[in-house]
């Protein structure tokens, strides 16, 4: 059985929804804008694991923070490696 797909958000507008909610033609219509917000959502998950590498060498935690933002964030090993590298005596 074929997955059922939802329909535009655009209002009055019937097309399949083929990514992020938009039909074919809205989803090229607001390239920028979807790429842009994903832009921002990655600079947002990348912060806070920063924030929680830096906790964790502060207060010493052997990496309890930074683990717990990197499974919330689905962050892979590889993005954590190369931002806990930027970090002196981090040892991810």
């Not at 909610?21 to 842009?36: D, E, N």
């Not at 309890?64 to 590889?78: A, F, G, L, M």
Request: hydrophobic share 30%; with cysteine.
């Amino acid at each position: 059985m074929a997955k059922e797909t939802g329909t535009c958000r655009i209002a009055g507008c019937d097309g399949p929804d083929m990514g992020n909610g938009y039909c074919r033609r809205h989803y090229i219509q607001h390239w920028k804008a979807i790429k842009s917000m994903k832009s921002r959502a990655d600079r947002v998950r990348l912060r806070r694991l920063r924030e929680a590498v830096i906790r964790d060498l502060i207060e010493g935690t052997d990496q309890s923070w930074s683990q717990k933002v990197k499974k919330e964030e689905r962050i892979d090993d590889d993005t954590f490696a190369e931002i806990a590298d930027k970090f002196p005596g981090s040892s991810a």
